[in-house]
């Protein structure tokens, strides 16, 4: 299992109501993370809020490396 904590909109706050997707990419040396996060209605204003999404992974982290699916870098865990 693997936690990303972002952050995401404050439901209820101004109409922004935060949803998440997260895409995974397994493979023996690396774990890619994209973590899409947006608004389904409303503007949202300049709140945030700390959230966690817990993702199940194929095989244990192990050694492998986590990195962001969109930039390529390297994540601390």
């Not at 904590?5 to 995974?24: M, R, W």
Request: hydrophobic letters at 40%.
């Amino acid at each position: 299992m693997l936690t990303i904590t972002y952050v995401g909109g404050v439901p209820g706050s101004d109409g922004c109501d935060s949803c998440a997707e997260i895409e995974v990419v397994e493979s023996a040396k690396e774990v890619l993370v994209a973590l899409r996060v947006g608004e389904e209605s409303g503007e949202c204003n300049d709140l945030g809020q700390l959230a966690q999404m817990t993702i199940s992974l194929g095989d244990a982290l192990g050694d492998r490396l986590v990195r962001d699916g969109f930039t390529g870098e390297v994540v601390d865990v």
